[in-house]
């Protein structure tokens, strides 16, 4: 049990690329930290991301006893656990708890056609509010229909279908239970109502997920169970400490960068770079398009990403910053600094480069045949104008984001929150500031998930009286970053006559390449 003087919380952040644990006091100040670096996924096939789900069990007991080797206080002192993980990434298993395969990770890309039908009444209504084809894709896209169709002993064997936060709550509490916060993924949840879907719901026949392979939810702040041994084993701390229900990643980082009004929008730069805005309303930023649960309950967290996020600038500096990487390493710094610099010595609009960052196809808007582009190029251009288009292109399609989400809620954002790795760059948030033409700040604290998850569960065990207590003392801003008035001007002409053209434009072509995709597929079968 936590002594009665307890007062610390531990969270838990089980990213894609890394696991980390973070001691904070009810302050918001970091006692120790915990990480250890994980491969994102295996791709037995191409398109497929897949891991073994005791790759997070062991990532996360390592990330504990790196943060009790370093931290000044004991155990003892914890008053509570809160987990925040990834969204997206589902287990299967057995009535023991015991994956019955790899857990299929978030960017995972196979698809299942065709889809399993679903009501006709469903159908039809479906259908007349334009939302058949969506509908397909989702269908297409759902985890639990590509098991059923090529895994169905399998599938006929599974006791509990989870997101990867169901299933480390159980590691932790040997209880079928999870957060609402935590659900995002195709599965059969009313975003709506924040509930399991109705049982006459389309969801339940869309995804064929029957209500028994679910976990419990609860509300975030909630208790979700104490300890077990075994459980409090793992973490280093004291048997029967409770384990309360936070959120997912991107939820939780809204509160630790303190984005809790709705004039104030979170970014998140990531491995999916998201917009966020809290509501204490459902809405829509596209239509047919879910809100998400917040990580206060009953609110929703309207939100905008962009799937292959800054998961770019890894994927330019593994492809084209071999020289940076040769630099950096004998300055003792990370590449991101030499292109940083670099950046500094290129006009904003990057010498008319503009790139469109959709490396990662959408659902509508962008849709499932969207495709990444560059345009622009000249014989001017080199590595670093490459990286500031990118990182002016991830800005431009966020701020596009931002705008639907003011006309679909009826808001207007002021200020904006920039959390993430991406954030930690004075260049990359001089940058946002300026694209948005808003002030962006930068958390005190760079695990701005982790710090959202002891947020809640400060709340949630009376550490502070409530969310808006523990947010108030846990939370506040290291730097702001005020837009240049010029340069402001500048991106708003070039987003406003080229970046918000080029989808439009371009897809035609997208299309096209998809037909022949298609056809060159069927050649080779």
């Known amino acids: 049990m936590p002594s009665a003087a307890a007062d610390h919380l531990l969270a ?40 073994d789900p ?14 009790w080797q370093a931290s000044p206080v004991g155990a003892d002192a914890v008053a509570a656990v809160a987990l925040t993980t990834q969204r997206g990434t589902v287990v299967n298993v057995d009535a023991a708890g015991r ?11 196979r698809r299942t056609s065709p889809v399993p039908p679903v009501g006709a009444l469903w159908r039809a209504a479906l259908a007349a509010v334009g939302m058949g084809d969506a509908v397909r894709h989702v269908q297409a896209e759902a985890e639990s229909n590509w098991l059923r169709r090529h895994q169905p002993a399998l599938w006929q064997a599974t006791h509990k279908y989870l997101l990867l936060s169901g299933w480390l709550t159980w590691r932790l509490t040997g209880r079928w239970v999870d957060s609402v ?25 869309a995804f064929g997920v029957a209500p028994a392979m679910l976990p419990a939810l609860v509300e975030p702040g909630t208790v979700l169970g104490p300890l077990t041994a075994p459980g409090a084993a793992a973490l280093g701390v004291a ?4 384990l309360v229900a936070a959120a997912a990643d991107k939820a939780c980082e809204i509160l630790g960068a303190g984005a809790t009004r709705p004039g104030t929008a979170a970014i998140s730069y990531g491995t999916t770079a998201t917009v966020n805005v809290l509501l204490a309303r459902y809405a829509e930023a596209v239509p047919f398009m879910p809100a998400y649960p917040a990580p206060i309950p009953g609110r929703h967290a309207l939100e905008i990403q962009i799937a292959r996020g800054y998961w770019l600038v890894r994927w330019l500096l593994g492809e084209f910053g071999e020289h940076e990487g040769r630099a950096a390493a004998e300055e003792g710094v990370r590449p991101e600094v030499l292109f940083d610099r670099a950046v500094g010595g290129v006009p904003p609009g990057a010498g008319g480069l503009v790139l469109q960052p959709f490396w990662s196809p959408g659902v509508r808007d962008p849709g499932p045949e969207a495709r990444g582009a560059i345009i622009g190029f000249g014989p001017e251009h080199g590595r670093a104008h490459l990286y500031r288009a990118l990182l002016e292109g991830l800005a431009f399609g966020l701020r596009e984001g931002l705008e639907r989400i003011e006309r679909g809620a009826g808001v207007r954002v002021g200020e904006l929150r920039v959390a993430g790795g991406g954030a930690q760059s004075d260049v990359v948030l001089q940058l946002t500031a300026d694209v948005f033409g808003r002030p962006a700040s930068r958390p005190h604290l760079a695990d701005a998930s982790a710090l959202g998850a002891a947020i809640v569960a400060a709340a949630g065990v009376g550490v502070h009286p409530g969310l808006d207590a523990a ?19 500048r991106y708003a002409r070039l987003h406003a006559r080229v970046y918000r053209r080029m989808y439009a434009r ?5 299309d096209e390449l998809h037909r022949l995709a298609a056809t060159d597929a069927d050649a080779d079968d």
């Open 12 to 51: 838990l952040d089980v990213g894609t690329q890394s696991v980390r644990a973070l001691l904070v006091t009810a302050a918001g100040v970091q006692v120790a930290r915990g990480a250890v670096e994980i491969a994102p996924y295996v791709a037995p096939r191409p398109g497929w991301a897949e891991q």
């Open 54 to 67: 005791e790759v997070y069990w062991t990532a996360l007991a390592r990330a504990c006893a790196r943060l």
């Open 99 to 109: 994956p019955l395969r790899p857990a299929i990770v978030w960017p995972d890309r």
């Open 181 to 205: 916060g935590c659900q995002v993924g195709y599965l059969p949840f009313d975003y709506r109502r924040l509930r399991w879907a109705g049982p006459r719901d389309w969801r339940w026949d």
């Open 239 to 242: 048997r029967d400490v409770p």
């Open 471 to 489: 947010v108030a003392a846990m939370t506040r801003t290291a730097r702001t970053f005020t837009p240049d008035a010029a340069t402001a001007r």
């Open 506 to 510: 371009l897809r035609p072509l997208y």
